[in-house]
């Protein structure tokens, strides 16, 4: 074949072939690479310098706003889960404020420390399968390994309080769906224990290991003001040094009677985010802790809005008592819910997700509008990786810890 | 070798060598098999995650389930592999790329669909950016579940590892030139018409 | 900061470009005219609203509009990080355009703007970028979340080859 068709401008079917410029090397990474996951990035290289990004997202865009509104109120829950399934409880959790808002309903006191305590394992499991993808991306592969199987002990910690491993559907307007079992407490209490210690091993072998100290540190600064300005959210924002957390600023839940700390460093750079990361863990054992002493010292109270249990039939109160599982009359289904506006948020592991919930009084939600914290941080690509080398673009990848199911939504 | 020029080399009967060696392959191992064996033991899945199924994905090669003990461990390069597990739901945009990726593997490939939206929708079956992966690539095993745990993937391999053996997919597959077992696939609408300009 | 103060500090900072100021649960909307959004914006942003959580649109075909909500909050005052501000603007249905706000919010609006323009066809005048950031273009061009575009109940075997092995 010669060379002159496509000098001329002749196109093979199925290629591009247009002109960049001078110098200028287009590279386009994913959605097939190791390092992509389900999205593409476009880079322009000027040698090993990336002069422009753009992120070519969507590939995972799913619908899941307008499928909302054809389907009635509570089957959104299974559905808006699937946007992250790794964090499942805290990605349902504001929808189902922005309900009980819209509904004038508050759940049982036992109904929210159930909530926050499976909010935080489910935290601790996404912080650890964010680092051990990030371990995968910088080639460093006994964090994935070791976070792996460590996230199994969370997993196994939510299937026995929920039933299911990764799409708990637990949180439902006015409570959650199972009481705690018994065995819980001492699990939980195992859990936190084995996870402090291995928490010290993961210090030494990845975020104090020198190859990682040098690959990392300085690598995808956001200032803060910068970060401010691009409106990042979660552990990357607080990575910059700004004391922002929604379980300090609005606490929802029983969050404002636990004793936590926010982690803040003042680097920015992908080492502090994985510090941050490390740190929050730390912090979410500690709820973990709190939660289940308090679950267990404080019987009796059912895990469903007063009102709501009263109105249940003797048969349903009966499976209630027997095996601690909510069993909802049929007319749960079909519920409306007076008209109005909701703006619910709440803090996921991998920062703040937002709902707007709007309600015309019908059967189905009138619109669901829904920014995940990955939709927020796809930002950082376009503003932050531009001046790296294109080594570095998987470790600012893997340090913002961009999930793209959830940010496609 | 003392830097004396070698005159002769020493070879064996080349007639009787050859007839051992037909009756070996042909006689007792029959080529064929020792194909399909070899290919039950050498599934390398693509790098594609298609959904958010991707997660029990990547539990199932974690130490706990350690799926590498079926002879699978998920690899980069479509050139370098021969199967392609399609975790979960498919978009109209993935689905260039799934096609795509499924050209560039090396005969015989293979594919398993994970979880229920990539059997029929699942819970987005009525979305309208979604495509059905059967109609893009041709589906092995499906397996059920939403997300389906890494038990159910491993025994999908386990399955697709058996149904190779039985069907002689492998070896037919390289042997005929076409699939044993169903038609090839090629999808009806051009699923790449959006990114041409 | 209780929550009348803020009602206050919105209404001096606005003055007279705010046509309703109301809480809804959760957040308080301030509903603006198209053309003042860029100097409302800017006013909020120097009051302390410093970044936007979410650029909302919803489709109301029956008073035949489409209502932009800007979701503001802060990051630098302490006492505002509690409170979320919707700087909203009505757009007709037929023609909606407004003014790009990048210029004022800079990266925490770009994605999305370009997610409003392609699922509602909201034209944003003066942004960078503008082009479709999720659908491909076909589906782009249908405007998936207006109201209009009806996603239908099929049967989930429609489809589904009768024969597995």
């Given at each position: 074949m010669t060379s002159g068709g496509l000098e001329a401008g002749g196109q093979i079917p199925g290629f591009i072939v247009k002109k960049i410029e001078k110098e200028v090397y287009e590279i386009f990474i994913g959605p097939q690479h190791p390092g992509s996951g389900h999205m593409r990035i476009i880079v322009r290289l000027d040698g090993d310098i990336i002069v422009e990004a753009d992120p070519d997202i969507g590939y995972v865009h799913r619908t899941m706003e307008k499928l909302s509104e054809v389907r009635e109120w509570l089957k959104p829950i299974p559905l808006l889960e699937r946007m992250?399934?790794?964090?499942?409880?805290?990605?349902?959790?504001?929808?189902?404020?922005?309900?009980?808002?819209?509904?004038?309903?508050?759940?049982?006191?036992?109904?929210?420390?159930?909530?926050?305590?499976?909010?935080?394992?489910?935290?601790?499991?996404?912080?650890?399968?964010?680092?051990?993808?990030?371990?995968?991306?910088?080639?460093?592969?006994?964090?994935?390994?070791?976070?792996?199987?460590?996230?199994?002990?969370?997993?196994?910690?939510?299937?026995?309080?929920?039933?299911?491993?990764?799409?708990?559907?637990?949180?439902?307007?006015g409570g959650v769906r199972r009481d705690m079992p018994q065995e819980l407490p001492g699990m939980a209490r195992r859990a936190v224990r084995y996870m402090r210690r291995r928490l010290e091993e993961y210090r030494k072998i990845f975020v104090d290991n020198p190859v990682i100290v040098k690959r990392l540190s300085g690598v995808g600064v956001i200032s803060k003001s910068r970060a401010v300005e691009l409106g990042i959210v979660g552990p990357n924002l607080r990575a910059s040094g700004v004391k922002y957390d929604v379980r300090i600023a609005e606490p929802y839940e029983v969050y404002g009677e636990l004793d936590f700390e926010i982690p803040v460093f003042e680097e920015g750079d992908a080492l502090a985010r994985t510090w941050v990361r490390v740190e929050e863990i730390k912090q979410s054992l500690n709820i973990i802790e709190q939660a289940v002493n308090w679950l267990e010292t404080h019987k009796g109270e059912p895990v469903i809005a007063k009102e709501d249990f009263d109105k249940l039939p003797k048969l349903h109160k009966e499976v209630y008592e027997r095996e601690g599982r909510v069993k909802f009359v049929p007319a749960h289904a079909t519920m409306k819910i007076p008209a109005g506006k909701a703006v619910a948020r709440g803090e996921m592991g991998r920062g703040e997700i937002f709902y707007y919930v709007e309600s015309d009084g019908g059967i189905t939600p009138y619109r669901v509008r829904v920014v995940t914290p990955s939709a927020r941080n796809a930002i950082v690509f376009k503003h932050v990786v531009p001046g790296h080398t294109l080594m570095d673009l998987p470790a600012i990848y893997g340090s913002i810890d961009y999930f793209p199911p959830e940010s496609d939504r | 070798m003392t830097g004396e020029p070698v005159d002769r080399v020493y070879v064996g009967n080349i007639n009787v060598a050859a007839k051992r060696a037909?009756?070996?392959?042909?006689?007792?191992?029959?080529?064929?098999?020792?194909?399909?064996?070899?290919?039950?033991?050498?599934?390398?899945?693509?790098?594609?995650?298609?959904?958010?199924?991707?997660?029990?994905?990547?539990?199932?090669?974690?130490?706990?389930?350690?799926a590498e003990q079926y002879g699978a461990l998920p690899w980069i390069s479509p050139r370098q592999t021969n199967f392609i597990i399609i975790e979960g739901t498919v978009t109209r945009k993935m689905a260039c790329a799934l096609r795509i990726t499924y050209e560039q593997m090396p005969l015989p490939k293979f594919v398993i669909a994970m979880g229920a939206c990539a059997l029929d929708g699942g819970l987005f079956y009525n979305s309208y950016n979604i495509v059905k992966p059967w109609e893009v690539v041709p589906v092995d095993v499906f397996i059920p579940g939403c997300p389906p745990p890494p038990e159910g993937l491993a025994r999908a391999i386990l399955q697709l590892r058996k149904s190779i053996r039985e069907k002689k997919l492998a070896s037919r597959w390289l042997m005929e030139g076409w699939r044993p077992d169903r038609d090839y696939v090629t999808p009806k609408d051009d699923v790449c018409k959006w990114w041409r300009p | 900061?209780?929550?009348?103060?803020?009602?206050?500090?919105?209404?001096?900072?606005?003055?007279?470009?705010?046509?309703?100021?109301?809480?809804?649960?959760?957040?308080?909307?301030?509903?603006?005219?198209?053309?003042?959004?860029?100097?409302?914006?800017?006013?909020?942003?120097?009051?302390?609203?410093?970044h936007v959580k979410s650029v909302t649109a919803v489709d109301y075909p029956k008073e035949s509009k489409i209502r932009v909500t800007y979701h503001a909050s802060s990051y630098s005052r302490e006492d505002l990080m509690g409170f979320i501000v919707g700087l909203s603007v009505d757009l007709p249905r037929d023609n909606p355009e407004m003014p790009s706000l990048v210029s004022v919010w800079d990266g925490s609006v770009e994605f999305q703007e370009r997610e409003v323009y392609e699922f509602f066809g909201v034209t944003f005048k003066g942004h960078p970028d503008l082009r479709p950031l999720l659908l491909i273009r076909e589906l782009a061009e249908k405007r998936v979340l207006r109201k209009d575009f009806v996603v239908k109940e099929e049967s989930i075997y429609e489809g589904v080859p009768f024969k597995y092995d």
């Open positions: 992250t399934i790794i964090d499942a409880c805290n990605v349902t959790l504001p929808y189902v404020n922005a309900l009980e808002k819209l509904m004038d309903k508050k759940p049982s006191t036992r109904a929210s420390y159930l909530r926050v305590l499976l909010c935080e394992i489910n935290r601790v499991a996404s912080h650890l399968y964010g680092m051990g993808i990030f371990g995968v991306f910088i080639g460093h592969s006994t964090m994935y390994m070791w976070a792996f199987g460590d996230r199994e002990v969370f997993l196994e910690l939510a299937e026995a309080l929920t039933g299911a491993r990764l799409t708990h559907t637990y949180p439902i307007p | 037909r009756e070996l392959l042909l006689g007792k191992l029959k080529l064929g098999e020792v194909v399909d064996w070899a290919t039950t033991f050498s599934l390398w899945p693509v790098h594609l995650l298609t959904s958010c199924c991707g997660a029990e994905f990547a539990a199932t090669w974690s130490p706990r389930f350690d | 900061m209780n929550s009348e103060r803020i009602v206050e500090e919105v209404k001096n900072v606005l003055g007279g470009l705010a046509r309703e100021i109301a809480w809804r649960k959760g957040y308080l909307e301030v509903l603006v005219e198209a053309t003042n959004i860029i100097e409302a914006a800017g006013k909020l942003k120097s009051m302390g609203l410093d």
